[in-house]
């Protein structure tokens, strides 16, 4: 555990990871009260990269437990390892022992899932509950008491309390309410697009060998493609992968070759409708920070005359 | 006339003695100031209970009372629950903790009309009752917040005046009140039966379900290993339906005076049986929906209070947008249901509107747009933005609502 919010923010810092105060002051006090911390945001905006570093910093275990419509508590939690307590049977019968029910409804039958692997590590983990809005609202019920008690009931065998604490991380794209009861339970923070110039730090910090010119008219582009109608705006992953592939591709500077501009578009725009909307004349109006097409200008005032 | 001032809504039960939460003592005056920041904050539909300024103190004492800078995110943190409540934070902390900083900030233009809450309103509306028995063929009595705006609403006033009304006439077809309590009573349950008739949409996916009619063999067969191979627990499953999700979005702008209060009401209503997401704009748009789903006639004030901030004029194709691409960005879909209260008055071009229609309705939500007169809705932009709605339909009264239970599906 890090001594203070400051101090979290070097690490992560150090691993990759470009955290502002708010964001290291949250994460530190999720630490601190052992409570789970909800970060909400869209995609691409860091949310998952936050658990990973975060991790990374630690010298952590990091369990993912990625959320999709239909999870249920056999791939999230447990599952008896029904194969093994067959082939167990069998191999009793043969030998001719004894075999009671206990015996086959122990820790040594039970597949750990992530939520139960997590609350069984015993050095330091970060639990990462990836897009908890996909899972069903039963799931998310379920959710409450690990969350709360760190600890998991199975039916067999008792209650399972956590060795030591993990540090739990929920991300959500917002495609769906969260319950209130869920919200309670957690630290929240919102992580938004960044600013230009933390846009910048981040992609300088991840690709340090990029173009300083290239990394400040990429990000620039990338900021005012944010303000475009867009049915995907493009996140800080998808900045650091279109950077990452024009500095492959040897471009020093945006603006002297639009044909690779357009080339690798695919990076930024991931829809059909978006890269139909984003012309070239649109994309070269939006590299030269023109806002719209046809913006009239406003004249100086003729002088007056006597 | 231009009026500052440097605090309109003051924050409550907040001593003088203390102005800084870093230089909070360990006596009572940190823990009176504690509490009435946590008021303040509940009193703008944040969630701080006892266990959340229990963490604020643990957090203030973890990170040192001296840093503000942690204390306010660790704050921020602990006590916002989704996107609204990070939003106001900056505001709340500052205005509580740093009154000197926004001292100014708040100007009110023009004649403010006086607002009362619920309680008053209702009284005024029988002390009405009282005086007008006089007065064969006054006109219908109007609550106290509508008489200041009757000239804002040419027909339905106009209607209730001519051919001597009284009060006789039936309360569900009074246009802009709902006050009396069978009244709401009335209106909650037409808000439950129209959630009810919402259809909700078939997805292609499964779910488990007891009572199922379809055999999930995959599911089944592995459930049968537990029983040595013997399919003893059949799973059965039932087609994954999506709910529908409603959004209301109301215009508070000035030509909506004397509707709002009626549709705020309706949106109240809706928000109370049903997840429903609830909006007001003018010239910008602000999500209301914890204040509506709270039932006390404090919050009655609250949402008058943001109506009288918003009486200004229209922009009803920027605050779709910004509805579309900000507030609901991610929830926009075909199972969508956006309703607009409105007049369709805009002071945006025209096809702006329409413009603004056409993104959400391109990431497949169905757009209903409710008027205020029994007329169609004339403005130019509603004339262009015609193709781009669902349905347009008329809502004075409690009785247009029920009659649209009908159509909305």
């Known amino acids: 555990m890090h001594a203070s919010p400051d101090l ?15 964001l290291s002051t949250a ?17 691409g905006v860091g949310k998952t990269a936050l658990a990973q570093a975060l991790a990374k910093s630690q010298d952590a275990t990091l369990v993912r437990l990625q959320c999709f419509e239909g999870l249920d508590l056999a791939q999230a939690a447990y599952e008896w390892n029904y194969s093994r307590q067959l082939l167990s049977f069998r191999a009793a019968e043969t030998s001719g022992t004894k075999l009671k029910a206990d015996d086959v409804f122990s820790r040594e039958f039970l597949l750990e899932r992530p939520l139960l692997r997590a609350i069984s590590v015993t050095g330091p983990c970060v639990l990462l509950i990836d897009e908890i809005d996909r899972a069903d609202e039963a799931f998310e019920a379920f959710l409450l008491e690990v969350l709360a008690e760190y600890q998991m009931t199975v039916p067999e065998l008792g209650t399972i309390k956590a060795i030591s604490i993990p540090q739990v991380i929920l991300t959500s794209n917002g495609t769906r309410e969260l319950s209130d009861a869920l919200r309670r339970r957690c630290l929240y923070h919102h992580l938004d697009y960044p600013t230009l110039a933390r846009e910048m730090a981040i992609v300088k910090a991840v690709l340090p060998a990029a173009d300083t010119a290239l990394v400040e008219e990429a990000v620039q582009f990338v900021q005012r493609l944010r303000g475009e109608d867009l049915a995907k705006t493009p996140g800080i992953a998808e900045t650091l992968d279109w950077i990452r592939a024009l500095h492959r591709m040897n471009v020093h500077t945006l603006t002297s070759d639009m044909a690779t501009l357009l080339a690798t578009l695919g990076c930024l725009l991931k829809t059909q409708e978006d890269h139909f909307a984003m012309s070239a004349e649109r994309l070269l109006q939006i590299s030269e920070g023109k806002r719209h097409d046809g913006v009239a200008v406003k004249q100086a005032a003729p002088a007056a005359t006597a | 006339m231009t009026v500052s001032r440097s605090n309109r809504r003051r924050p409550p039960r907040r001593p003088e003695a203390v102005t800084d939460p870093m230089n909070l003592q360990p006596a009572q005056p940190a823990g009176a100031q504690m509490a009435g920041f946590a008021a303040l904050l509940r009193d703008h539909g944040l969630q701080v209970g006892p266990a959340e300024q229990v963490a604020m103190r643990q957090a203030m004492a973890a990170v040192g009372p001296l840093n503000e800078r942690h204390v306010r995110a660790a704050w921020r943190a602990i006590a916002c629950n989704n996107l609204r409540d990070w939003r106001q934070w900056d505001d709340l902390f500052d205005r509580y903790w740093h009154p000197h900083k926004t001292r100014g900030t708040v100007k009110v233009s023009g004649q403010t009309k006086p607002r009362r809450d619920l309680r008053q309103a209702v009284e005024a509306l029988r002390s009405d009752a009282t005086s007008n028995q006089s007065k064969p063929g006054a006109p219908a009595a109007q609550s106290a917040g509508d008489q200041a705006t009757r000239s804002d609403a040419p027909v339905s006033e106009s209607d209730l005046s001519q051919g001597g009304a ?12 709902m006050w009396l309590p069978s009244e709401l009573t009335a209106l909650r349950d037409t808000a439950t039966s129209i959630m009810a008739n919402l259809r909700p949409t078939p997805t292609r996916r499964w779910r488990p379900d007891v009572g199922g009619h379809r055999l999930n063999l995959r599911q089944t067969m592995r459930k049968s290993i537990a029983f040595g191979g013997e399919p003893l627990t059949p799973v059965w499953m039932r087609r994954r339906e999506r709910e529908p999700q409603v959004f209301i979005l109301v215009d508070v702008s000035r030509s909506m005076e004397s509707h709002a209060a009626f549709y705020l009401r309706v949106a109240r209503a809706f928000a109370q049986v049903a997840p429903v997401r609830a909006f007001v704009f003018h010239t910008r748009i602000i999500e209301i929906t914890s204040l509506l789903q709270r039932d006390s006639a404090a919050v009655q004030e609250k949402i008058n209070a943001v109506t009288a901030g918003f009486g200004a004029g229209t922009r009803i194709a920027e605050s779709l947008l910004a509805f579309s691409r ?17 007049d369709g008055f805009d002071t945006e071009p025209p096809e702006r509107l329409a413009e603004a229609l056409s993104a959400v309705r391109a990431r497949g939500a169905r757009v209903s747009w409710f008027h205020p007169t029994h007329q169609a809705a004339f403005s130019n932009a509603m004339q262009q933005a015609k193709k781009q709605l669902d349905r347009t339909l008329p809502l004075a009264n409690l009785h247009d609502l029920i009659q649209a239970k009908r159509v909305l599906r």
């Open chain 1, 8 to 22: 979290l923010r070097e690490k992560l810092y150090t691993s990759g990871y470009l955290a502002d105060n708010e």
């Open chain 2, 166 to 177: 009284t009060r006789a006439e039936a309360l569900v077809q009074r246009d802009g009140q």
């Open chain 1, 27 to 43: 994460v530190w006090l999720a630490g601190e009260l052992q409570r789970p911390l909800l970060l909400e945001g869209d995609a």
């Open chain 2, 326 to 342: 900000q507030h609901a960005r991610a929830q926009l879909s075909s199972r969508s249901r956006v309703w607009v209260f409105s």
